[in-house]
């Protein structure tokens, strides 16, 4: 965190207006986010003053100087805050000459890869009615297409994402399905593989899945934590919840089957956080319920909560009353999380611990994600996706771990995500954070991934508001809990 105070003197005379930045108060303590930075700066009483007298018309230099002084400043250091709030675009002059604030700019197309999302398999045990995959919305198109990706293919996507990283000095690989598991072999031999080739490239390599539950045995367990892979648990919930979307075939709910399995990998699994993934649709919208199930009974390091991915009108979406009740539950675990952080401890509510980890970092966003830029997804066939969502999706298909990434077709799929290609985006204030919201939710609402999350909006702004006030106060009270954040990755 930032303080605004005073610098050195500002020699022009130009008018002022207000810049990009969203005001808040947090523990008695007066806060502004700069837009154009994603940066948070403490307001003292002077930089507090400048922004009072800022009409909507602007301020010319000297009357703004004449204001403050009569407020009771010197004129050196009224001049020398002004100087600083130019600076950082707290106040922005409207005279030639001064850059105004533009997008950030897109990273370059030789950007290097970190992290590759295998879909080892496209099959799943499961029937969830609102799988994004396999449900009335999936976008994929598998017919003709392998369901479970060969060894070799796994191995040249391994050997690719190595070539492709360039200088990084660290990849990481995620398993994903289908259900993952029911390639548990091929994923095995993958990690021997990938460990091997990492060391003789001189580079780290690191692993996470995500799985059901449903098939995991001693075995399965065992290697995951003597490998350390990271294992990401999708579950709704106690079992009324669990079994109303998440079922077998057969329509027979899957809470009974996972529950011991769960139990017996947050025990055993020492090497990596166990974290939970909650999809949240009509009727499972009872967050602090579900949190204290998968976080205080079941053991879970961690639980993340996102709403269904869906067109608008599908009997699981979730109705506006449903998402105010989840935005209740949000800001519920919100203020645990900080009763929790006060004392120095972690809480386990991942939705505010990764956003406070992007506002610490300074995350000022071009794309929403890294999906197509430093992420790929390898579908079953070798396709490259731009991630995970877009497997076996021949709209998106981004070219194959065999003949490499087709240029033409990525650069089109990253300049319309751009978030300067997204009109409604460019006067909100939380972009630099959601940069108009996923690509794959933006594809299945309207049907074009260069499009904002617009039903979103009015969330996303609430809890970004919830997340800064956290911030605010443990910069004023707990700054060392802070930099625990400091180098923590958002999760793919």
């Known amino acids: 965190m930032n303080v605004i105070r005073h610098q050195d003197a500002l020699s022009a005379s130009p008018r002022y207006r207000r810049g990009e930045l969203h005001e808040f108060n947090a523990g008695g303590n007066d806060f502004i986010y700069l837009v154009s930075a994603g940066a948070i700066f403490a307001l003292d009483e002077a930089a507090r003053a400048v922004l009072t007298n800022m009409a909507d018309e602007g301020v010319e230099h000297g009357a703004l100087v004449a204001a403050l002084c009569a407020q009771g400043h010197q004129r050196q250091d009224a001049e020398d805050l002004i100087r600083e709030l130019v600076l950082v675009q707290g106040i922005v002059a409207d005279a030639p000459g001064v850059r105004q604030f533009t997008s950030p700019e897109a990273p370059p197309t030789d950007f290097p890869l970190q992290a590759l999302v295998l879909n080892i398999t496209s099959q799943c045990n499961l029937a ?18 392998p369901k479970f990706m060969t060894l070799q293919t796994a191995k040249t996507s391994v050997d690719f994402l190595l070539e492709q990283s360039a200088a990084r000095k660290a990849v990481h690989i995620t398993f994903f399905g289908g259900e993952t598991l029911m390639n548990f072999r091929l994923l095995r031999d993958v990690v021997l593989y990938a460990e091997s080739q990492a060391q003789q490239s001189g580079k780290a390599i690191t692993f996470s899945l995500t799985t059901n539950a449903t098939l995991l045995n001693d075995e399965i367990i065992d290697f995951l934590s003597d490998h350390h892979v990271g294992v990401t648990v999708s579950m709704d919930g106690p079992p009324d919840l669990q079994n109303k979307h998440r079922v077998f075939k057969n329509g027979k709910g899957s809470y009974d089957v ?105 995350v000022n966003k071009s794309h929403p994600c890294g999906a197509g830029l430093g992420l790929l997804g390898v579908s079953p066939s070798g396709d490259l996706s731009p991630c995970h969502r877009f497997t076996d999706a021949d709209s998106h298909t981004l070219g194959n771990i065999n003949t490499g990434i087709d240029v033409e077709k990525r650069g089109d799929f990253l300049a319309r995500g751009h978030i300067g290609t997204k009109y409604d985006c460019q006067t909100c204030w939380a972009r630099p954070l959601c940069a108009g919201g996923c690509h794959h939710e933006a594809f299945v609402r309207y049907g074009d991934t260069r499009h904002a999350n617009l039903h979103y909006c009015d969330w996303i702004r609430e809890w970004t508001d919830t997340c800064l006030k956290i911030y605010g106060v443990l910069a004023i009270q707990k700054p060392e809990f802070l930099d625990r954040f400091a180098e923590r990755k958002p999760m793919t």
């Open 128 to 145: 969830c009615t609102y799988c994004y995959e396999f449900g009335s919305d999936k976008i994929a198109t598998p017919q003709g297409k």
């Open 258 to 362: 996972i529950e011991p399995r769960l139990r017996k990998l947050i025990a055993r699994h020492k090497s990596r956080a166990i974290t939970a993934r909650v999809t949240l649709t009509d009727g499972v919208t009872d967050v602090v319920r579900i949190f204290r199930h998968l976080k205080d009974d079941l053991g879970f390091h961690e639980v993340g909560f996102a709403p269904v991915t869906s067109s608008e009108k599908q009997d699981y979406s979730i109705s506006d009353p449903d998402m105010n009740t989840v935005l209740r539950g949000f800001h519920d675990l919100a203020e645990e999380w900080l009763e929790y952080a006060l004392r120095g401890q972690m809480h386990g509510f991942s939705n505010v611990s990764e956003t406070i980890g992007e506002l610490t970092q300074g």
